[in-house]
C-alpha cells in the first residue's frame, strides 16, 4: 500500500484523535470535565403515593364510608417535578359507585426527594371538589414561564337540561400551600353554540397564561386567543375577550 499524502494522513489523525476522545481515550487521568448532577427522576405515582399512604401496597387507599359521605378510593392523579428535589403529588378521593352529581375531592401532598428516598414535607387535603360522576377532571402540570414556579390547571364541567359547560381551575404550589390564581370559563357546548377553549403556551414576553377559544356561535366562527399574566399573586386580564356566549354559561 503506497504512503497517503500528508494532508490526507493530518486528516486521517485528527479524525483518530476525535474518534479516541469520544471513547474517553486520550485524557490524562483523573483531569475529566466536571458534570452537573441532573435532577432526580419524577417519581412514579403509586411510590409517590406509598410515601404518604406506607400501607398503600397497590397505590390506592380505601375510605371507608361515614355518616357524611359514602365509601371512596384515593387515588394519584399525577405528580408534579419542582425545583431542588421537590415533587407534589395530587390525589382524588373517586367515589366507588357511579353518581352524576358526585365530584371528588382533589388532595395535594408536598414531597421532597433526599437520595432517592421520598419523604412528606406537607399535606394539604381536600382542597376542592373536580369534575363530574365521582371522578376528577382534567388535571395537568403547570409552568408559569415570567416568575418560575409550578402549579396544576383542572378543566372541569358537567352538563345539565342540554347544555355542557367547562372552566378551568389554576394552582399554584407555594410554600404556604396551594394557592387558587385563576378560574375562568373554557367552554360551552348547547344548541347552536359550540365553543372550546384550549390552553396554549403564551406567546408574548409579558403573560403567564393562554387560552385560545374557537368554534361557531349561531354559525359565526369564533377563534380568539384571552391571555393572562401574573400580578399581585393572581392572573389578570391582558389581552383578548373571553367569548360572550361561554362567559354567560348556562
Known sequence: MGRLPARCAAALGVGLALLLSACGEGKPAGNEASTTPSAAATPDPK???????????TGEVAIPASADTPARIERPVTVIAGEAGRFYLVTAKEHTDACHACSAAISVYYLEDTKGALSVVATYRDLYESGGWGQPGEITALTLPRNGGVGMTDESGYTAQGCTVTNVSVYRFDESGPKEILEAPLGRSQDAVDIGGVIIKPYTADTDFAVN???????VPVDTTVMWKLESGMLAPSSGLIPEAVAAGC
Not at 411510590?47 to 401496597?57: G, K, L, S, T
Not at 377559544?213 to 354559525?219: D, E, K, L, R, V
Open 47 to 57: 411510590a409517590a403515593m406509598r410515601a404518604v399512604f406506607p400501607d398503600a401496597v
Open 213 to 219: 377559544y374557537s368554534g361557531n356561535n349561531n354559525s
